[in-house]
């Protein structure tokens, strides 16, 4: 049983640069979340994806932040020109349509911007 | 608007005691709660949740969880802590203000079992 997987698990960037991270779900599951979770903090919503479509979008935490998921498979989370308070971690859910709801997380991509 | 509250941000508790984690919860109408445990580097892994019929909920692990209307609790419980049950624990919220079934979380509690 494969479960969701994340690529990297760590990401070292420098400010002002960009950095892609990619999810890859539960392989039978349609749906695809992206979360962030701070320091101390749980997880906090940022889209999802029902198949190839993005249905939500309106908590990404800016224009610099971007999603894709193109052939209802992967996602990719870009995030453009990145500044320090982006360091965080970057959490990938899946799940399948029409289950009781619950998600299933992959292990995360640490992103820390210097 | 929703919210998730976790009171404690650290339980501790010996080793084969019964342990509580605490979570109370504000939501429009009904509400879908679950619990998720983070353990060092590693994801966030589904224990339980609540969506309707018995208020007693029973997961993974021998964790389960009293569904309470009248307190707005949702509250994590074992009957015996194994040091292995050392983590930090989230519970969550469907979040009702989007369309997405997304999870609205708590801040974390952070349980140590002493051996």
Redesign the interface.
Known sequence: DTG?SQDPRHKITKRGQNVTFRCDPISEHN?L?W?RQTL??????LT?FQNEAQ??K??LLSDRFSAERPKGSFSTLEIQRTEQGDSAMY?C?S?LQGS?????????TRLTVT | AQSVAQPEDQVNVAEGNPLTVKCTYSVSGNPYLFWYVQYPNRGLQFLLKYITGDNLVKGSYGFEAEFNKSQTSFHLKKPSALVSDSALYFCAVRDIQTGANNLFFGTGTRLTVIP
């Open positions: 969701v749906r979340y979360y101390g903090q749980g997880p906090e919503f999802y249905l939500e309106s908590r959490l859910a799940s009781s709801y619950e998600q299933y997380f992959g292990p995360g």
